[in-house]
C-alpha cells in the first residue's frame, strides 16, 4: 500500500479517559455527530494511565495515527492527572517526532464530557491529518507486513 | 483459557440498522477463546440477560463481552446478570457499538468491520481479565451543602428532616440567596421574602443543621461517604454568641459609603452590615475594606456602641475541617456582566437597569422604598421598556447561547405589577420570542397583554441613547409589522442572562466534578440521572445544573436530598476494586509512586521477599486499596513496571491496542 493509493484506510488508535472524553464520544454518538469509522476508542480511567509503552506499541503495530483525550487541565476527576499525561506526551510526541513518526500523527486533546461537537470535530480534523500524511512506516514492526 | 462468550445487541433499529449484527456473532466465533455467540433484539431486556445467564451455565463461561450501547450506560446492567448467574461482575466487558460506532456510521459495511474490531479489542482484554472482589468503605451520615439559597436551604431542611446533620456553607454574611432579593415571585405574585424567610427560620433552628455563614470551602479531599473538607470561617469581627442584633452599630458607623451588595450597588451600606433586614443569622459583619477602624486605625465607634461588647477587631479567618458523606452543590446564579453590552447604554445611564435591580427598586426595602422612580433624578417614569434576552440566546460570545428560562416569566410580572400599581404608566417589552411553558404560566403572560395592556412588540432592540433631556431614545424593529420603532421611554430595563456564580469553576474543582462549557455542573446522565454528578456522592441542587425557576429549583433541592439521603441511610458502600497493585519482585521502592497519587494510597513497609530463592527485606510500595480511586497515575510513573492497575492492566490495553492495529 502506497501513500498516493486512494484506497488508503488509516488506522487511528484514541485513548479516552472515562469520565471526560469517554463521556464526550457518548455525546458525539448520541447527537449523531459522525466523524470517520478509522477512529477506534480505548477506554482508559484517566489519560494517567496511557503509558508511552501503549502508543509506541500501537505504532509498532502499525497504526497511523494515536490521540489521547482527557479532562480539561484542571477538572481532572482524579485531580491531576492529566497534568502528568500532559507532560509525558509532550516528550514523547518530540522524541516521535525526532524518530520520524512526524507530529501530526500524535494529537492530544482535552474533551469534556459535554463536548460532543468538541470531540466529533476533533476527530475528523485529526483524521484528515493522517490522511494527508499518508501511511506511517517510521516504527512498524516489518515481522507484521505481509 | 477463557470460555467466553459474545452477545451482540440489536438495539432495536439502533444499532442493527447500520450493524450487520449477525455478521459481528460470527465473526465473533473466530476469536481466541469465544465458544459462544449471538446476538438479540434487546439484550438489556430481562430476556435477554436471561439468555446471557443460560449461556453461562450452559457453556461455562468464565468471561462475557456485551456489544452493545456505552457502558455508561448498561455496564452495570450486565455485571449485574453475570452476578446472579453466578460469574464475576468483572468478568464481563462491553464494546460500545452504538455511541461510537452504529450512531455515527452510515455505511453498513464499514460500521460492521468497525464494531467487529471493537468486539475484538474487548474479547483481547476479557481474555485477560481476572475475577476482582470489591471492597468495603464506611459512610460518615453527614452531609455539605455549598450555597445557603433557596435550593441549598431546601435540600437542607429535607435532609435533615429525615434525621441525618447538615452542615450549610454560605459564602455572604447570611444564607437567603437570590430569592431574598426578589420583590414578588410569578405567576402568583406571592412576597418573596413571605415565602423564604419562614424556610431561613426553619433551617437556622432545625437541630441537625449547622449554617456556616461568610465561610467558604477551602478544600475537598476524600470520596463519597468519607470527605474531608476544610471550611474558612472568615473572620466577621463581630462575636456570634455575645451580639444581640440590635442594630445600633450599623446606625452610628460613621462610614456609610459601601455599595450595598444586597440592593445591587443601588444605594450605600455601612461598613458594619447585616445585609437585609431578615438576614439568617442576624449578626452583623464589618467589611475590612470600607472600616475606618481598619483602614486608618482610629473610629471604633461600633465598639464604644456595642453594650453586648461583641465587636472584636482582633477575630482571625478560622478553618474548620468536617467529615461528610455527601456534599450537595448549590451555588446558583449571578447576572452576567454588560460592559460588552454597549449598545444598551447600561454603563451610561443610571435610568437603564437590569431586572434584578428592578426587583430591589420595587422592593419596600430596597433604594427607593419601593417607589418606581428614575434612579438619576427621582422622577416617576411614563414609559418604560423592557429588552428581552440580552445576553441569551446569543449566537457570538458576547453573551450565552442558552435561554436563561425565567426571564420571559419575570418580565411579564414586572410589567403586570407596574401597571397594576401605576396605570398611566405605559410599558412596552420588545421580546424576540415568548416562552412560557409551565404551570399557569401562558395564563399569566396572556393576563400581562389582555387584561393589563402591556405592549408586546415583537423584536430586537438594536440601540439605547441617552438624550440631553434625560430620556432614552429606543432603536427597535417590529419584525410582525416589518417596521422600524423610535421610542423615547423614560426607563430602560435590560432582562440580563443569568450564568453559573462565577466561584463555581473553583468548587467544581475541589470536587472533581464534571463542568460545561457554560459552567454548569454536569449531570450524571441527562434524563436519568439529573440531579446527581458523574462523580459519586456529588449531588446537585438549583440553578448551578442550568437555569431554572423557584418550583423547579425546589423540587430539584428536594431530588438532591432523596439522593444524598440514600447513600447517608447506608452503612457501607462497596469500593471500586480496579485498583492499583505493586509486584513485589520488581518494585525497588523508589517512591516515584507515592509522589504521583492524589490520594495518598501509596506507603511503604520493609517486607521479606523471596526473590528466585533469594530471601531478603526489601522496602516495597503497597497500595491501600481503601484509598486507591483507580486512576492509574502510579502506573505510568512506577519506572520498573512493577505498578499495574486491576481491570486496567499493562496487558489488557495493549490487547486492545493489538486488536485494533491488527
Same mark, same amino acid.
Given at each position: 500500500?502506497?501513500?498516493?493509493? &486512494? ?12 469520565w471526560? $472524553? ?15 469509522a #478509522? ?28 490521540i489521547m ?7 481532572c ?24 513518526v ?8 482535552w ?10 470535530d476533533?476527530?475528523? $480534523? ?13 516504527l ?7 | ?40 433484539? !434487546?439484550m438489556? $431486556? ?9 449461556a ?40 460500545n ?6 450512531w ?13 474490531? %471493537? ?10 481479565n ?14 455539605l ?6 435550593a ?9 428532616? *429525615?434525621?441525618?446533620?447538615? #452542615? ?46 461568610y ?10 461517604? #468519607?470527605?474531608?473538607? #476544610? ?46 433586614? =431578615?438576614?439568617?443569622p ?18 471604633? @465607634? ?10 472584636? +477587631? ?22 452576567i456582566?454588560?460592559?460588552? !453590552?454597549?449598545?444598551?447604554? !447600561? ?12 426587583e ?22 411614563k414609559?418604560?421598556?423592557?429588552? =428581552? ?14 435561554? $436563561? ?9 414586572? *410589567? ?5 400599581? +401605576? ?21 399569566? +403572560? ?20 441617552? =438624550?440631553?433631556?434625560?430620556? %432614552? ?11 422600524? @420603532?423610535?421610542?423615547? *421611554? ?36 441527562? &434524563? ?11 449531588f ?18 428536594g431530588?438532591a ?24 519482585? %520488581? ?11 492524589? +490520594?495518598?494510597?501509596?506507603t !511503604? ?18 497500595v491501600n ?20 492497575? =486491576? ?5 489488557? @490495553? ?9
Amino acid at each position: 500500500m502506497s501513500i498516493e493509493n &486512494k484506497s488508503f484506510r488509516p488506522k487511528i488508535v484514541a485513548f479516552c479517559c472515562n469520565w471526560c $472524553s469517554y463521556a464526550g464520544a457518548d455525546l458525539a454518538g448520541s447527537s449523531r455527530l459522525s466523524y470517520p469509522a #478509522d477512529v477506534k476508542i480505548i477506554r482508559v480511567p484517566c489519560s494517567c494511565r496511557v503509558n508511552p509503552m501503549f502508543i509506541l506499541r500501537a505504532f509498532e503495530k502499525g497504526a497511523d495515527g494515536v490521540i489521547m483525550c482527557g479532562c480539561h487541565p484542571g477538572d481532572c476527576h482524579y485531580s491531576t492527572g492529566n497534568f502528568y499525561a500532559r507532560r509525558r506526551m509532550t516528550l514523547l510526541f518530540s522524541m516521535l517526532d525526532y524518530i520520524g513518526v512526524e507530529n501530526g500523527r500524535t494529537r492530544v486533546e482535552w474533551v469534556s464530557a459535554a463536548e460532543g461537537v468538541k470531540f466529533s470535530d476533533t476527530m475528523n $480534523s485529526f483524521v484528515e491529518k493522517i490522511y494527508s500524511l499518508g501511511e506511517n512506516v517510521r516504527l512498524g514492526d516489518l515481522r507484521c507486513r505481509n | 483459557m477463557q470460555r467466553i462468550g459474545v452477545f451482540v445487541c440489536h438495539c432495536g433499529s439502533n444499532i442493527a440498522a447500520t450493524v450487520d449484527v449477525s455478521k459481528v456473532a460470527e465473526m465473533a466465533l473466530m476469536e481466541p477463546g469465544v465458544v459462544h455467540a449471538e446476538d438479540y433484539q !434487546y439484550m438489556c $431486556s430481562e430476556a435477554g440477560q436471561a439468555k446471557i445467564a443460560d449461556a453461562i451455565h450452559e457453556k461455562k463461561l468464565t468471561g462475557i463481552v456485551v456489544c452493545s450501547c456505552s457502558p455508561r450506560m448498561h455496564e452495570a446492567t450486565f455485571r449485574k446478570a453475570a452476578e446472579r448467574a453466578g460469574l464475576n461482575p468483572y468478568m464481563v466487558e462491553i464494546a460500545n457499538i452504538r455511541e461510537h460506532c452504529s450512531w455515527i456510521h452510515k455505511d453498513m459495511e464499514e460500521a460492521t468491520k468497525k464494531a467487529v474490531i %471493537l468486539m475484538r479489542a474487548a474479547v483481547a482484554k476479557v481474555n485477560l481479565n481476572t475475577p476482582l472482589q470489591p471492597g468495603e468503605s464506611r459512610v460518615t451520615k453527614r452531609a455539605l451543602i455549598i450555597g445557603g439559597g433557596i435550593a441549598g436551604i431546601q435540600t437542607a431542611l429535607d435532609i435533615a428532616d *429525615a434525621g441525618y446533620e447538615v #452542615d450549610i456553607v454560605e459564602k455572604t454574611p447570611s444564607i437567603g440567596g437570590r430569592m431574598s432579593q426578589l420583590d414578588k415571585t410569578f405567576p402568583t405574585l406571592d412576597c418573596s421574602a413571605c415565602i423564604l424567610t419562614p424556610k431561613m427560620v426553619e433551617a437556622s433552628a432545625h437541630e441537625k443543621i449547622k449554617i456556616y455563614t461568610y465561610s467558604e470551602v477551602e478544600n475537598v479531599s476524600g470520596f463519597v461517604g #468519607d470527605f474531608t473538607v #476544610d471550611i474558612r470561617k472568615k473572620a466577621r469581627s463581630v462575636d456570634m454568641d455575645k451580639c444581640t442584633g440590635c442594630g445600633v452599630c450599623q446606625e452610628k458607623c460613621p462610614s456609610k459609603k459601601a455599595p450595598s451588595e444586597f440592593n445591587r450597588g443601588l444605594n450605600n451600606r455601612s461598613a458594619i452590615y447585616t445585609p437585609f433586614a =431578615q438576614a439568617i443569622p442576624n449578626v452583623p459583619v464589618i467589611d475590612r475594606e470600607a472600616c475606618i477602624k481598619f483602614k486608618t486605625g482610629k473610629c471604633g @465607634i461600633c465598639s464604644k456602641v456595642c453594650q453586648a461588647g461583641a465587636i472584636d +477587631y482582633e477575630q482571625k479567618d478560622e478553618i474548620i475541617t468536617e467529615k461528610y458523606g455527601a456534599i450537595v452543590v448549590a451555588t446558583g446564579f449571578d447576572t452576567i456582566n454588560l460592559d460588552k !453590552y454597549d449598545e444598551y447604554a !447600561y454603563s451610561q445611564s443610571k435610568d437603564v437597569i437590569t431586572s434584578l435591580e428592578l426587583e430591589r427598586v420595587m422592593n419596600a426595602a430596597g433604594p427607593t422604598h419601593g417607589h418606581l422612580e428614575r434612579l438619576s433624578d427621582g422622577k416617576a417614569p411614563k414609559e418604560m421598556v423592557f429588552i =428581552q434576552c440580552v445576553g441569551s440566546r446569543c449566537s457570538d460570545d458576547r453573551g450565552k447561547p442558552y435561554c $436563561s428560562k425565567i426571564c420571559c416569566m419575570y418580565t411579564a410580572k414586572h *410589567a403586570m405589577l407596574i401597571r397594576d400599581k +401605576y396605570p398611566d404608566v405605559n410599558v412596552t417589552v420588545f421580546y424576540i420570542d415568548v416562552r412560557t411553558p409551565g404551570k399557569n404560566f401562558d395564563e399569566f +403572560y396572556r393576563r400581562a397583554v389582555e387584561q393589563y395592556g402591556v405592549n408586546y412588540i415583537k423584536g430586537q432592540v438594536g440601540k439605547v441613547i441617552p =438624550q440631553p433631556n434625560g430620556k %432614552l431614545l429606543v432603536q427597535g424593529s417590529d419584525l410582525l409589522d416589518n417596521r422600524q @420603532i423610535l421610542k423615547e *421611554a423614560d426607563m430602560v430595563v435590560l432582562a440580563t442572562a443569568i450564568e453559573p456564580n462565577p466561584d463555581v469553576r473553583k468548587i467544581a474543582t475541589m470536587l472533581t466534578a464534571s463542568i460545561d462549557t457554560n459552567n454548569f455542573l454536569t449531570e450524571a446522565h441527562a &434524563k436519568l440521572r439529573p440531579v446527581e454528578s458523574p462523580t459519586a456522592g456529588i449531588f446537585l441542587s438549583g440553578v448551578c445544573q442550568g437555569p431554572k425557576d423557584i418550583p423547579e429549583t425546589v423540587a430539584q433541592a428536594g431530588a438532591a436530598a432523596v439522593k444524598a439521603i440514600g447513600l447517608l441511610a447506608k452503612d457501607k458502600l462497596m469500593t471500586n476494586p480496579c485498583t492499583a497493585h505493586s509486584d513485589e519482585l %520488581l518494585c525497588n521502592g523508589c517512591s516515584t509512586c507515592e509522589n504521583v497519587c492524589p +490520594y495518598g494510597a501509596i506507603t !511503604y513497609e520493609d517486607k521479606e521477599v523471596n526473590d528466585h530463592g533469594i530471601r531478603e527485606v526489601r522496602r516495597l510500595a503497597v497500595v491501600n486499596s481503601a484509598l486507591c480511586q483507580g486512576c492509574g497515575a502510579c502506573t505510568v510513573a512506577c519506572p520498573s513496571g512493577a505498578m499495574d492497575l =486491576q481491570g486496567f492492566s499493562n496487558r489488557q @490495553i495493549i490487547a486492545e491496542v493489538d486488536a485494533i492495529c491488527r
